[in-house]
């Protein structure tokens, strides 16, 4: 049972860091630990820790507790671990199964870094065309987009803090869109801006917030809100410092 406590949290870890809702691993690991016959299964989870304790019908009690300081969305990745949730239900695995389960997901397909700067690019640019801008605007975001994906990938791997990476990514988009006026690419930056600011808007971590309070789980569906919405101040106030700089109208 110790060892499939280790195995089984780490899954809860993996779903919880690729964007699972807490309500969801909470629920994945209890029905994990009674399909293995536990007498008692306590969980306790928030965004950033996971406290777990187990009887046994031996009256043992084993308690362990994970910090969980990093967060992406992998939908995927996600899907596969309910799929070995679902699976260790039915099979009751050993540990040693679960854990090469385990290092099979984490070692899955991911996506290369060309096509997300791709996406990035594509996005800001099909943003600024539906807010009303012209195709030069458009392209102008586009290279923007690209550029902004890579100040993302640079900060995750100087600083690894998210709402500080917003805020660069916002300040250096803004930068650019103001230094593309300047320069005679654009008529405005007004449609440029808002382009490359919709691709870092926490749209899938606001409505993660607002699942886990619709489901009663208040303190991480809180937790989740507050983050969303100190987010989104940070990138207001990226764009807020270069158009005070410049002298642009706010």
């Keep these: 049972m110790e060892k499939l406590l280790d195995c089984v949290m780490d899954i809860g870890e993996q779903m919880l860091v690729s ?25 306790f989870i928030i965004t950033s820790s996971m406290v777990v304790t187990i009887h ?10 994970r910090r969980v300081t990093d967060y992406t969305t992998d939908y995927e990745k996600l899907h596969r671990l309910n799929e070995l949730s679902r699976n260790i239900c039915a099979h009751r ?20 870094l060309w096509l997300e700067f791709l996406c990035y690019a594509t996005i800001a640019g099909a ?15 586009f290279l923007i987009g690209g550029f902004v994906r890579c100040i993302i990938f640079l900060c995750d791997k100087a600083v690894r803090n998210k709402i500080f ?6 300040f250096a988009a803004t ?24 691709t870092l808007i926490p749209g899938i971590g606001l409505t993660t917030a607002l699942k886990d ?13 507050i983050e969303a919405c100190i987010t989104a101040l940070a990138i207001a106030a990226g764009y807020f410092v270069i158009a005070v700089l410049s002298g642009g109208a706010i």
């Design 175 to 198: 930068l650019l869109a103001f230094l593309a006026l300047k320069l005679g690419f654009i008529p405005t930056v007004d449609k440029v801006i808002i382009g490359n600011i919709m």
């Design 93 to 112: 695995l050993s540990a040693a199964e679960i854990k090469t389960r385990l290092s099979e997901i984490s070692a899955g397909r991911t996506y290369p």
């Design 165 to 170: 990476t917003k805020f660069i990514s916002s």
């Design 213 to 225: 309070l619709l489901v009663g789980d208040s303190i991480a569906g809180m937790l989740r809100t």
């Design 19 to 43: 964007g699972g809702e807490v309500h969801r691993v909470e629920d994945s690991l209890k029905r994990i630990f009674s399909a293995y016959g536990a007498k008692r299964i306590d969980v």
């Design 127 to 141: 943003f600024t065309l539906f807010f009303g801008g012209g195709y030069g605007e458009a392209a102008v975001s």
């Design 56 to 65: 046994t019908d031996d009256n043992r009690i084993f308690t362990q507790t």
